[in-house]
């Protein structure tokens, strides 16, 4: 291999890609200037002749090919045993200061010898921003096996968290990053000294892809990990790095003047090898061209592959080539030049003087938590982690708002839409698998005869009414529990706006229903079938159905379900059971599979799609044939991606048992949750909800909201979302419930601290959180 200063037109018409793609300034966070002076005469055969490669060469180098207008780097010297270091590091110093842009900046090449209070005085005057460190520095022969900190030893850990410095590191070993040992000492050292910013050189050294597949994950936590690009010529690493990181800890390299050398590095089974025009034997007569590109080309093209597939939009790219430089090199750089980020709560501010309500979730708006602090917005989300806008890393016990059961971005039901999406979601055909999941629907449900798909819980509760009031010639609905937003349902409030206040929000004015439906919609109470009888005689024998969820915040006592049931067929109505909520959660396929009884209809939504837009109305044959004579219809209830995602929750649920160990998770949680409210009784918890979805509750009258305003912002800090209801899901493993439990001990015990000091209500607490929804209270 060697340097080239040639570029043939082959490479440019294959750079051309780059136009458009590049953002017009952009910071290479990986280059090595070079001056032969510093090195013996055969250190690198692949520079020989190079010359002097400085800051200007590597600018000028790069926008041969780079259609991009600015770029600022992180330089360092190239490692080699023969180097004469420190003037090697001088000179790179001096030509950063020289000849780099403003923004440059310059890390220092180290060895484990090194003075440890020199090293500390050069960062801590500016000199250097921190420290490369390289495994042939090692003391052992075999340095390719040295462990971490063999090269990199504790000192320069412990002076690079002092200086908030950077470490610029390039693992060993044959599995690099999927190496259980190297992926043990970073976890340690990273959560050991956390004010260092660790930058793994060429994706955590994942020249084979698989070890970055079967790696990276494992510091998927760890938020002051960043990986770079240099030297990586295929997209499946890079693939792998933004799974695990998303596009703010992926920082662009060049790995200059590698970069400017041919060929590139591929995987070969657990191995990688570098391919370059010298490998080939100088008599191969191929039938086709083998002149080989740079591999600064290579790499940028496979980056700009992934990022297209992946969809990353122009925010991200700009990411990964310049803002996240300017992120982790934050603390080394002039104050005027730190970017001004915006933060979910000033995001929200903006969304209320654009959206209606902020958002199109009720649940989701801020006031429902703490409008001060909530981050409101999320960049990605993973299992049970969300990161939000500023890349803070929290974990999820609002669980999606109930909408989420095995976990966010699940991969078996990412894969499953990943597929539907590549063959096509939408045309003028019906997609086949919508009569895979009616009859997985309906094995599941022997009592009834037909499936109707829509794509929200509140339509599907609307269509599930329509279908009664079609299928009985009446037109009364007798309701209990939360059914969505449409007419049918809000109607209860016109005349007297206190009937939905133990169902959904306490005051809710029917604004917008028409008035003609008074009396039309009337609720009874859980587990009291006396007010069930009065509701039905408030309708007068015009009942068309009765609407109850199976169960939410407690058990049905006495048969209640069952006893609703014999009303229901009594009065010749159809007996509707919204399962939106406790499908899956609750039971198998439903809550209704604990109650031992079958409805005429049954709605699923949210858990049955694990995120994506669908829903489920199952009913007994004679009523749903009754759609068909009423009008029900809509063109994206037709779309696949939200069929695909069900028939994948389904296989996944029933072969991993998902809704029973979720239900066991949580009775630990109910009891670790019931015996933190025995320890801290001035806070006056009531633990209530089911095993799936328990609920903590302040009891102190005016002053609950407070608390739990309090309580959401002090969770907040410590890198949690919650509210009072604790959504699980099959993502929440052990661990992490039990970190919470741990965290929440703190958290009360602050909390008793300020009720003990009359402090609750306290003007500096800012907007309170609002009530929720009062649903089977």
Avoid at 18 to 45: K, R, W
């Amino acid at each position: 291999m060697k340097y080239s200063h040639f570029i043939p037109e082959k490479d440019f018409e294959l750079a051309s890609c780059l136009d458009g793609f590049l953002p017009q300034e952009i910071f290479d966070i990986h280059a090595h200037p070079y001056n032969p002076v510093n090195f013996s005469v055969d250190a690198f055969p692949f520079l020989k002749d190079a010359g002097i490669l400085g800051c200007a060469e590597h600018r000028n180098t790069l926008l041969k090919y780079m259609p991009t207008k600015t770029i600022h780097g992180l330089y360092f010297g190239l490692p080699h045993r023969s180097a004469a270091r420190d003037d090697m590091n001088k000179w790179v110093r001096e030509e950063t200061n020289l000849n780099g842009s403003a923004l440059s900046r310059t890390l220092k090449v180290v060895t484990p010898n090194d003075d440890p209070i020199q090293t500390s005085d050069e960062l801590r005057n500016g000199l250097f921003c921190g420290l490369k460190v390289y495994h042939i520095y090692a003391s052992r022969p075999d340095t390719m096996n040295a462990s971490i900190t063999e090269y990199a030893p504790e000192w320069m850990w412990e002076v690079l968290h002092e200086t908030h410095g950077i470490m610029m590191l390039h693992i060993v070993r044959n599995d690099a990053i999927a190496d259980q040992d190297n992926q043990r000492e970073i976890r340690r050292l990273c959560q050991t000294y956390p004010h260092v910013r660790l930058i793994l050189a060429h994706i955590a050294r994942s020249f084979n892809y698989r070890n970055a597949r079967g790696g990276l994950h494992m510091l998927a936590d760890l938020e002051n990990v960043v990986v770079d690009t240099s030297a990586i010529c295929e997209s499946e690493s890079f693939r792998a790095a933004l799974g695990v990181f998303g596009p703010r800890r992926i920082l662009w390299g060049s790995d200059f003047p590698v970069s400017e050398m041919r060929g590139r590095c591929i995987t070969t089974g657990s191995n990688f090898y570098w391919l370059h025009p010298e490998v080939l034997r100088p008599d191969f007569k191929p039938a086709t061209e083998t002149e080989m590109t740079l591999i600064g080309i290579e790499s940028l093209v496979a980056l700009k592959e992934m990022c297209d597939d992946a969809g990353l939009t122009h925010g991200d790219i700009n990411d990964i080539f310049f803002n996240n430089a300017l992120r982790l090199l934050k603390p080394h750089l002039p104050t005027e030049v730190a970017q001004t980020e915006e933060t979910g709560p000033e995001l929200w501010k903006r969304a209320r003087t654009v959206i209606s309500g902020g958002t199109g979730l009720l649940s989701k708006r801020s006031e429902m938590f703490d409008a001060a602090s909530w981050p409101s917005y999320f960049s990605r989300c993973s299992g049970c982690e969300v990161w939000d806008l500023n890349d803070r890393r929290y974990i999820d016990f609002a669980g999606g708002i109930g909408a989420v059961l095995l976990g966010y971005a699940d991969p078996d039901v990412d894969s499953a839409v990943t597929k539907r999406i590549s063959a096509g979601t939408y045309c003028s055909l019906v997609n086949p698998q919508e009569v895979e999941l009616a009859e997985t629907l309906l094995e599941l449900h022997p009592w009834a005869g037909k499936v109707q798909f829509a794509r929200s819980g509140g339509e599907a509760m609307a269509v599930a009414v329509r279908i009664a009031r079609a299928a009985t010639g009446r037109s009364g609905i007798v309701f209990c529990g939360y059914h969505g937003w449409h007419d049918w349902y809000l109607a209860a409030n016109l005349g007297e706006t206190n009937a939905l206040d133990g169902h959904l929000l306490p005051g809710l004015e029917p604004k917008g229903v028409p008035r003609e439906l008074q009396g039309t919609s009337v609720p009874f109470i859980y587990n009291d079938l006396e007010s069930l009888d009065k509701a039905l005689e408030l309708l007068e024998g015009n009942l068309a159905a009765v609407v109850m969820e199976p169960m939410r915040s407690q058990l049905p006592t006495d048969n209640f379900v069952g006893r609703v049931a014999e009303k229901c067929l009594a009065a010749g109505a159809v007996f509707i059971v919204d399962e939106i909520t406790s499908g899956l959660r609750y039971g198998f396929p439903g809550a209704l599979s604990r109650v031992g009884l079958d409805p005429d209809i049954v709605v699923y939504a949210k858990a049955m799609s694990n995120g994506f837009p669908f829903a489920a109305i199952i009913g007994r044959n004679e009523i749903m044939s009754e759609a068909g004579a009423s009008f029900i219809s809509s063109s994206y209830w037709t779309d696949g991606i939200g069929t695909a995602a069900a028939l994948a929750v389904l296989e996944k649920m029933k072969r991993l048992n998902v809704q029973q160990v979720v239900w066991e998770r949580g009775i630990k949680l109910q009891e670790a949750l019931k015996n933190l409210a025995g320890c801290h009784p001035s806070c006056k918890l009531l633990i209530g909800g089911m095993p799936a979805t328990p609920t903590m509750t302040f009891q102190l009258g005016k002053e609950s909201l407070a608390a739990k305003t309090l309580y959401t912002r002090k969770m907040l800090e410590h890198g949690f979302l919650v509210s009072s209801t604790f959504y699980l899901m099959y993502a929440h493993e052990e661990q992490y419930i039990a970190k919470l439990i741990d965290v929440l001990d703190i958290v009360l015990g602050e909390i008793e601290q300020v009720i003990a000091a009359g402090q609750l209500i306290d003007k500096e607490l800012g907007n309170q959180s609002q009530p929720g929804f009062a649903r089977l209270a």
